[in-house]
């Protein structure tokens, strides 16, 4: 889980000092959670090492033939996507599952051709969906190209069809808030999970259509709630935002505290641009980020503003919030 999501109040969290959470800080005599730490250093430092490719599938075992990912066409759909002379091949079911657990016969796993399993070698007659990925020398693990990553986006929630995180619509509802052709796409659960770790089977996940999981094709359950972001150019990232104040209509001593921005468009007129960029909450009386009082929220948007239902939390209580938005700088005179 992402430290964001625990609820935990943080003592310290920086490249200096590392990560401290202390037991006395935190609410309700509760425990901090047990955390585990990573850092980010120079390519210096890597240089050795090697890497791993993306996970490529680019084939289903749905027709006559099987799951064929054979370099030549990862090559051809992928340009720049895996290395000259690959090291190793690693493959798995898009459900997570090794290749040794699923019986399969496997024609050919090698880094100079690729993978193949054949329906007409199986028992069953079905091979099951593959994909993989390729370990690379450090030649190719150096740095991409400069860039930025977006905010990340949450718009769909697994409980119909399943969790659709497409681009269009995600343009439609954060409007300017993604490049016109981002590079890559990065997707996790909201608890923090990579996509491998929760074994949905994934349906799209790309950098040009989004990020797509279907309830009705999970083995087992159903989709989890899933966000992304993407990967954007330098230039997109020099865009400036600048801060209104501080707002707060509503108190939650109804049904929640509801920070719309329709409602407080009537309230502050020309206070607040016409495409906000982003929104920021904090709590009234001790400015604490909304994500780290570990209650639920209803709506967190920056075309639509805030929402804390009383009936979504445990205590049956929203703090008192108050946000802003972010908006495009006014260019200098």
């Known amino acids: 889980m992402s430290v964001a999501s625990t609820g935990d109040v943080i003592s310290v969290s920086d490249t200096i000092t590392g990560f401290v959470c202390k037991n006395s ?9 047990d955390y585990r730490v990573r850092f980010l250093c120079p390519y210096d430092f890597f240089i050795q090492s090697q890497c791993w490719t993306d996970w490529f599938d680019r084939d289903d075992p749905a027709g006559d033939s099987g799951d064929w990912e054979t370099l030549k066409d990862l090559r051809k759909e992928n340009p720049g996507g895996v290395c000259d002379i690959p090291l190793q091949i690693e493959v798995r079911t898009t459900a997570g599952l090794s290749v040794a657990s699923t019986g399969n016969v496997i024609s050919v ?14 028992e069953t007659g079905m091979c099951y969906d593959y994909r993989v990925r390729f370990l690379c020398p450090p030649d190719f693990c150096r740095p991409k190209a400069p860039g930025c990553y977006t905010d990340w986006f949450d718009l769909d929630d697994p409980s119909g069809f399943g969790d659709s995180e497409t681009l269009a619509a995600l343009r439609d509802e954060y409007p300017e808030r993604i490049c016109k052709e981002p590079q890559q796409i990065h997707v996790l659960t909201i608890s923090g999970l990579t996509m491998d770790e929760t074994e949905n089977h994934i349906h799209v996940a790309d950098a040009t259509t989004g990020f797509i999981c279907k309830n009705d094709e999970q083995t087992h359950g159903t989709c989890q709630d899933f966000r992304v972001r993407f990967r954007c150019p330098t230039d997109f990232c020099t865009q400036k935002v600048c801060w209104t104040e501080w707002f707060d209509r509503d108190d939650p001593t109804a049904s929640g505290d509801w920070e719309l921005l329709s409602d407080l468009r009537k309230k502050f007129p020309e206070d607040i641009c016409e495409k906000p960029l982003g929104i920021e909450v904090v709590t009234v009386d001790t400015n604490i980020p909304v994500a780290s009082t570990g209650q639920a929220t209803y709506i967190y948007s920056p075309t639509v503003g805030f929402v804390c239902r009383n009936q ?3 205590c049956h209580q929203c703090f008192d919030y108050k946000v802003r938005f972010g908006c495009p700088c006014p260019c200098d005179d």
Do not use: R
């Open 312 to 314: 979504d939390q445990s």
């Open 109 to 122: 796993s090698d880094t100079t051709t690729g993978f193949i399993c054949k329906n007409s070698d199986q």
């Open 25 to 33: 800080d935190q609410p309700s005599c509760k425990k901090c959670e």
